[in-house]
């Protein structure tokens, strides 16, 4: 029983993390149908920040707000250089951004260095509580409750405010909003870099859970995160909060009692999804 | 129009006989090794381009057809004989491996939005990659393992070549299937998706049948890669496999098979010459920054490429050329 629980929470931690970057990903395809391909690099990039940042400051607040806000500075570069260019067209999209991609994670190497490095925790985070029989790991439950809050706060922007309310327009019916007097390619911007900055708040709380960091690990999250997209079905914010929680559960579970499939678990989950819903969960848009 | 300029008849021919008597000038062999791998790459970048340039379906893991077959190829080297009959049975393989998979690959995510395709291909390459980093037992992981080659392929030249005369064999054959009845249809389903399903074809049907020709394409070229190396590793199926193939490509120009030869050329002298450079000054040693910014300019600046443009230039002074002989007209 102990162990169910401590793997539902190791499960659903790792599930936030990818929550925080796929969210971000699925929001600027559901309102601008950008795919961004670079999502992963501000995702690796908030890591390497945050560990940086907390070497530098010693704080590890500061170290993941700081990350955080990295990756909006970053991502608006990426939105003014890269995607403005090429909107209304996918396929330049899609090849833009992998470049974006390339360049960004091929500069961590520059500023920082190409072997991994290691992650710490505040004294604070370290150690776990005990409940009984059951062990939990502080870090983890932090990286709950930072989701939890995130997802709150998200939901609270999208459906209690004005912005929230022009976005959640703007997924629907983009025209339609620019006709009412709305700049949407503000709120565009304004999306982006929400997205940016979850990716890489993510990215910084990755970074002690895994315990090493390295350029490539934006690539394979990243991957994680389009894997969720399609199984929570693209520009819903609550299909990716479900699939990234079960991709995080079914992942730590497979990976304790059938390591053999763990691999292949998410992606059969994919597929699974593509051939009875292709959609996805949540997905109206096919 | 497209025997204008540098898709010439004469022009094509005049650089396939010059690459094969390049060998009577030089007897480097690095050189010969460098533009066996042009060769290479000309052949993957081509199949790429079937799929991007010709049909507009964008493929982010086209490297696990490339790496198929170059596993595929390696594997039976070394575990059996370096012989001919071993390596044409490991084309065999993968040829048949890559079929299956793009089969199964295409009729689960071309029906969809392009988006799905480029994210399942690159979800399913990742996958691979994770494969032949842990099935040690058979891949070494990634270290990776050499392998001997047979005879034919062990000298430098003659294995220059083979790889010279299969580029050509399969820039004849895919352009002979580019331009028969069913590439035109990619092309008009490339141009304009919904106006070819107005039309009463089965889109979902020719994107497939597109995918599985590029996926064979791309393990042949994988094959021939492992053989030049004498070795593997999973590198094969990184994304930067992927990424040389697309940039290629689009550099040579999408949608024009010779324009991946060419662009095949450029980038892999770039990279020659880049790597070169590192031992001037260390920035160069992260050179896949400048090979960003070479894509990511060419995405927005030249989308139609070396060729693409070229053939623009030439429209447009051909068009100019026609305006003013219809203004002088009336003045005699």
């Given at each position: ?52 940042l ?73 150690g ?11 870090y ?6 930072v ?109 304790y ?30 | ?42 052949i ?27 596993y ?34 295409g ?24 494969l ?23 000298d430098?030249?003659s ?28 092309k008009?389903?490339g ?20 995918s599985?020709?590029?996926g ?17 590793n ?41 790597t ?57």
């Amino acid at each position: 029983m102990d162990v169910a629980i401590n793997l539902l929470v190791n499960g659903l931690a790792t599930g936030t993390l990818i929550f925080l970057l796929a969210s971000g990903l699925t929001l600027i395809f559901g309102l601008m149908s950008v795919l961004n391909f670079a999502h992963g690099g501000l995702f690796a990039w908030g890591a390497f920040a945050g560990v940086w940042l907390f070497g530098v400051t010693d704080s590890f607040l500061l170290a993941i707000v700081g990350a955080a806000v990295i990756g909006m500075l970053l991502g608006f570069v990426l939105e003014r250089v890269l995607i403005r260019p090429v909107y209304g067209d996918h396929i330049q999209q899609l090849l833009v951004t992998l470049g974006g991609m390339l360049v960004i994670s091929e500069l961590l190497k520059v500023f920082w260095s190409p072997n991994p490095i290691r992650a710490g925790l505040p004294d604070y985070l370290q150690g776990s509580i005990e409940l009984g029989d059951i062990i939990l790991i502080t870090y983890r439950l932090f990286v709950i409750a930072v989701g939890i809050a995130v997802y709150v706060g998200l939901h609270l922007l999208l459906t209690r405010t004005r912005l929230g309310l022009i976005v959640r327009a703007g997924v629907i019916d983009k025209e339609m909003v620019q006709a009412l007097g709305i700049n949407i390619k503000q709120v565009f911007t304004f999306v982006f870099l929400l997205g940016a900055g979850m990716a890489a708040l993510g990215g910084s709380l990755l970074a002690p859970y895994s315990g090493v960091i390295f350029a490539e690990m934006g690539m394979q999250y990243a991957i994680l995160a389009f894997i969720v997209v399609i199984v929570g079905g693209m520009g819903s914010v609550q299909g990716s909060m479900i699939a990234a929680l079960l991709v995080g559960v079914l992942g730590s579970f497979m990976a304790y009692f059938v390591p053999e499939l763990s691999l292949a678990v998410n992606m059969l989950l994919m597929l699974a999804v593509l051939l009875i819903k292709p959609s996805g969960l949540f997905g109206a848009k096919g | 129009m497209t025997t204008s300029g540098l898709l010439n008849h004469r022009f094509i021919l005049f650089v396939f006989l010059s690459l094969a008597v390049l060998p009577f000038l030089s007897d480097s062999r690095s050189l010969y090794i460098l533009f066996t791998q042009i060769f290479i790459f000309a052949i993957f970048a081509m199949s790429f381009d079937l799929l991007l340039g010709y049909t507009g379906i964008v493929s982010f893991g086209h490297c696990m057809f490339f790496g198929i077959g170059a596993y595929s190829v390696s594997l039976f080297l070394k575990n059996f004989d370096a012989s001919i009959g071993y390596f044409l049975l490991g084309v065999l393989v993968a040829i048949m491996l890559s079929g299956i998979l793009s089969y199964v690959i295409g009729m689960l995510s071309l029906r969809l939005k392009s988006h799905f395709y480029a994210m399942l291909t690159l979800a399913i390459s990742q996958l691979l990659f994770v494969l032949a980093e842990k099935w040690r037992s058979l891949t070494m992981g990634g270290d990776g393992f050499t392998f001997p080659v047979p005879e034919l392929f062990r000298d430098r030249l003659s294995f220059y070549y083979v790889c010279l005369l299969l580029m050509v064999m399969l820039f004849v054959i895919l352009r002979a299937f580019t331009r028969s009845p069913l590439g035109k249809v990619l092309k008009a389903i490339g141009q304009n998706e919904q106006r070819a399903e107005a039309l009463g074809y089965q889109i979902l049907h020719y994107k497939v049948i597109v995918s599985i020709v590029a996926g064979v394409v791309a393990a042949i070229s994988g094959g021939l890669y492992a053989v030049m190396l004498r070795f593997v590793n999973t590198q094969v199926f990184s994304i930067e496999t992927t990424l040389d193939a697309l940039l290629m490509s689009m550099i040579g120009g999408l949608g024009t098979l010779f324009g991946s030869i060419l662009g095949s050329g450029i980038v892999e002298l770039a990279h020659h010459g880049l790597t070169e450079l590192a031992k001037l000054h260390p920035i160069f040693e992260r050179w896949v920054i400048f090979l960003g910014l070479l894509y990511i300019l060419v995405v927005l600046c030249f989308p139609s490429g070396i060729v693409g443009s070229f053939q623009e230039w030439r429209e447009k002074r051909k068009q100019r050329s026609v305006q003013a002989a219809t203004i002088v007209e009336p003045v005699e």
